[in-house]
């Protein structure tokens, strides 16, 4: 899969952003040319880079080479501590550098997942630190929609969106900026295992009047009939689920995990609701936070941040008044605001402190690899 | 060029329109369910469909048949008069269907174009009555931009947005809803040819900081160095563009056309501006319209509709509230609000009483045989 | 498809043949520059191509501008007849001209048949003059092979092969060369479309072990499970084949046609024989031409030529000392010399004229839309 | 490169063939069902396996695991040593399985040197225990071709061709058979780098006229402008190769490799010469082998055997009589019998005494990391 990259290549490219954009202009240069060149992932502006898709061919540098390069720049890092610490700039590209590190820290855990998912022996890798499972604790028992009651209803106002910058954010989170969001309602759950089961049994992925044209398409060519980690061994088998603590009989009461923009869509359609906006989505996460009061009492969102990427309706394009920095750390979030979708809420894959509300994820419709769930809105 | 149909399929089709969706409840259609097979685009919902791609090699029905089968319809829908205007429902698919048939007359015209514009032999067409180059009348001598005083200013403001259908509008053009617009300014004029080749002469094509990571992909896989229809016999010759009343020398004056969303993001970036979104440019028709006071005295939008389609950084999505109607003409428009982007303003091409404020098109990013270019926005 | 050219083109391409190779050495050429570059097939020799799968689009010159084309060029022609009888090299090239003409109408038959029989309406074209239905008579009543009796036996002898170009032949078919010959036997008929179905119904197609490899790949991927023109509503219904007259209910005892290599093989395979080599085929067609004494009594190949093109295991190779000419004209058909096997004993679409036992046609594995069949073979 | 795959996969796949062909009919069996699927190349006999291109994400097994299976299946091998020995058909099956792993020994060094010499930093590997330079002390010292008196002649003849199988051999190297020869001769050195430098100094690669058509758009699609593992940092700059012991300056006199058939066809027809058919090496070899006195004194073919695989003009076709054994080994070389075209001769990767003149090797024309060169052949 041409998204997934080598584990060591995460390793070492994490640290050539420290060594391009920090040490080089220190005169510090750890990566020869070519070596950098490698392990550039996407900055044109830092020369060229060795073909995404060919990034698994590369058995050479070895792991040990790889774990050197990043002990190397580490003490260069320290060792320069003041001098960072002495340039604003410096600092932002340091504070930028950690930050793309966590990133990095669950596109491996995602890629992982890919290779060992597919793979048809199943072997187990193991949770992460901060645990691949939680959610199960605070999901509801039975993962069956209730009611409409339960719907939590947020009135029109206008709010201001995005991050002042007062504490780190991505370019991308910005400029703050003032929005009018009309009156919505979300559903107090992610979308469960056992909901999306219902879907499936329902015909939902033979049902072309629940998809997007384009959708329809994608689910007939690639002949999807399940998210990306459910198998079983014949049509009246008990599904099976891949998770990093291997293959499981599939957990009805955890949110579903691993679909694309077009499913959650259809899903959405065939639920009798819509995906929510990333406006919607992040105003809800702030009210929340405060408790706040005209939200109806009773019902309070759950699973907001650190289950799973909620897939919104939003494509991904600049806030008013958006500015690529003119460097080359400027391609970081800029140039790809085209043809993808915002999600929201981060995912049992993120590094918790790697999580807020104003976080503007995004990836293409048919990214399934990422762990991508959805929350239903209505109007 | 799957994208294009041989003109007497859209003959056929914008026919089949009617005797589907109204000679049909009416008992009355003509067509048989083969016939009928051919000539639907894609509304699942009447049956499965002639696959796009393959609708150039239908050598038969011959033209005659089809221009039989329109005759035969047209007859009955005038025997029908009364039928239909004693039926709401059938009264607005009758306005439906004349809408429709307005947009397969531009499409017929583009597909015309796209034929005759890839001929070596360049032949000529012929401008629509309403005239292809009527554009270069109104536009300005030079086509070089002059200094920024000639931006027009506008401040922020809530706004109501599309359509309250007292007139007609296509679904997509509602509800109408409030939206909260942020102050910006837009140029006067359209990007020019004369403008767009000194962003070719600059280099533009080869600089990837201009352009979009995927825009990047695309200009470098397709080898893509001009709008679509220029071409030169030699790096030193004049460029040539083919316009329906043949090839000829490139006009100076008149609007870019043929550009995919990349190559307008690219300009725009080029040019230290962006893209307008569709509110903006919604907004700008309107208080032009109405020789809007707050529009700062002296300019004007020029080249407003009728022009160029005006590729906006909106993603097509459905405005708040919106509900594709449950029928089979509910896939008219609702199934495509995916990885499209809304263009505003209509072309030369288009049927001139085929163009309002709150019309909405859509294209997929790459789509260069629309007659598409653009204006330029900033903050 | 890409391999179907509009008859318009053939009819244009025709003409240019002798107006490029006859024409233009004597002073004469009709077409311009850009006219000749439209309609040169494959000869880089004599400048640029048009791309063969763009041909469709060509809606420019029209039918009558190709006709006034053919005139004029058959006029000079005629005017020329002196000059180019009194040149051993025009007068090979006037035969070539002809007999490339010849080949032209057998593809052009060809091609009609894949628009008409892949359009829906499966329109009627009616049989060549020559009649695409003739084999029917001479076919055994049954279809059925009857026993091993029947097979027609060769003793191995050493045999010239080729042509000696007394009469015309194309270049591939020379030079004329021994051939030591091992014994064979061939069935006297070619496969009919009732043997077939026993293939077809005893799962041919889904049993991997009867398939080449990559014919296994092609047939997965491409869905194949019975011959080109084949169709049927349902699994239970009656299998009805497209020709030239329409469709119509599958004539048993007519020979199969319109498969490709992989699926003959494959055939051959389940029936416990093999393809034959080129050579096995051009020495049957000679020994029964002589009513050869060495033919066992009683039985002689039937449907030898004018039925089906009949697949051989020989790939399309130089004959020892083989020369392509070295003018444009050698490009005819050295170059097409890989990747292709050779089909001998000419088809119901060939005119009746252009069939010898020394004949060499030849297509790629995939090729299905040429009217092959086959003849078994056994050692 | 889909026809690459992991070393560890080799490893697997060698063992896994002595495990399923022969412990498994002991009841011995190591491998479980889906381990056996994973290391399963093309046995559709034994079972589905997994697909080809996706070996290279097997992250799982470890190495560890699959020496250990190695180590697990020798030791039962060892044990099992009467039974097998007592079994005709388990003895061919163990000989097989070892000229099995032979094979796959240069497969491994072909994919090995694949994966790094297509990786920026061109790792080092060194050469195989057999040397993969060791042509260089017999090639001549300028690797020029002098003058036509070198070209080694072979009289007409009647030849026994094939293995009579008194000592190993494949089943596709049978029956042996008598082949009729026309006299031929062949330039006793294989062509070397230093020639096919003045091939592309002489615009080889951009003149459509040495090119089968086929070729030719091979060329162009690709890009293709010298053999695979030849690199320069500029046009101007020298040539460099990357061999199993690092990239190094083009070494002139060594034979050229890494050529696909399409490029050996067209220097051949630069060379006003043709390819050798698989029998005229075939004949070559033997006669060389005897110091056959017809052979014309003075020249001797150098270069035989474990250079390079040399191309032939030969399709890999079955030889008269063959017969596929019906059981899953059957698989083994006859599905591959189509589209593939017979190297003869072996190369530098190959084990050395894994190397007769009866040996097919066979690839499709654009296979370039086999280890081929050509030998000019003449009439």
Known sequence: MDDVSPTKWHLAHTTWFFDIFILKPLGKQVASPLFSRLFNSYYNAVGSQHPRGKRGFLSRPRLEEIYDYRNRVDDLILESEIEIHSSTELTRLFELGIQHEEQHQELMLMDIKHVLGTNPLYPR???????????????????????????????????????????????????????????????????????????????GYDNHRLWLSEGWSWVRLNEIDSPLYWQREHRDAEWQEYTLNGNAPLDLSAPVAHISYFE???????????????????????????????????????QQQGFRWQWT???????????????????????????????????????????????????????????????????
Chains 1, 2, 3, 4 share one sequence.
């Open 264 to 302: 959650a869509d259809a899903f959405a359609t065939w639920a009798g609701a819509r995906l929510p906006s990333e406006f919607e989505l992040e105003r809800a996460f702030q009210s929340n936070a405060k408790g706040d009061s005209e939200a109806n009492p009773g019902t309070m969102l759950e």
């Open 125 to 203: 890798y193991g949770a992460p630190p901060w645990g691949e499972q939680k959610e199960d604790a605070s999901s509801n028992p039975t993962g069956k929609q209730s009611n409409q009651e339960k719907w939590q209803r947020f009135d029109e106002l206008n709010l201001q969106i995005g991050s002042n910058f007062e504490s780190f954010a991505f370019d991308n989170e910005g400029p703050q900026h003032n929005r009018f969001i009309p009156s919505f309602k979300l559903y107090p759950m992610l979308v469960s295992n056992d909901n999306y089961l219902d879907f499936i049994r329902d015909g």
């Open 313 to 379: 309706q939003s494509s991904y394009q600049p806030y008013p008044g958006f500015r690529a920095t003119p460097d080359a750390v400027g391609e970081y979030n800029g140039k790809f605001m085209v043809n993808q979708y915002v999600l929201k809420g981060s995912s049992t894959l993120t590094p918790p402190q790697h999580s807020r509300a104003t976080y503007r994820n995004f990836f293409p419709t048919h990214s399934r690899w990422v762990m991508n769930g959805l929350r239903l809105a209505q109007d």
